[in-house]
């Protein structure tokens, strides 16, 4: 059983920052990648931010240049860095992974993490 936990939301003002982790657990062989989305209330979950198992990095043309994701491979744990916040960053913020575990490969998710950006 593969499991990912989110941690490191909260309230901020505009212009703070936050760091997102999301640690994977369980019976894994291999992480191919690991993501970060994000939800606002009414609109679609979108893709923030993504690194493959070579460091390849792909982000939103909304947070390029100011949100930073990296993964420590030895702690299976992925990071998102978010720097001068704005009020559109508030959302929930999913972690999504794509992990070769005991049972096969598969696509997980996170509980997800509250990010709320407000003065």
């Known amino acids: 059983q593969v499991q990912l936990v989110e941690s490191g939301g909260g309230l901020v003002q505009p212009g703070g920052s936050l760091r997102l982790s999301c640690k994977a657990s369980?019976?894994?062989?291999?992480?191919?990648?690991m993501n970060w989305y994000r939800q606002a209330p009414g609109k679609q979950r979108e893709l923030v931010a993504g690194?493959?198992?070579?460091?390849?990095?792909k982000y939103a043309d909304s947070v390029k240049g100011r949100f930073t994701i990296s993964r420590d491979n030895a702690k299976n744990t992925v990071y998102l860095q978010m720097n001068s916040l704005k009020p559109e960053d508030t959302a929930v913020y999913y972690c999504?992974?794509?992990?070769?575990?005991?049972?096969?490969?598969?696509?997980?998710w996170g509980q997800g993490t509250q990010v709320t950006v407000s003065s």
């Open positions: 690194i493959t198992s070579t460091d390849s990095l």
């Open positions: 999504n992974s794509g992990i070769l575990s005991s049972i096969g490969l598969d696509d997980y």
């Open positions: 369980g019976s894994i062989k291999f992480i191919n990648f």
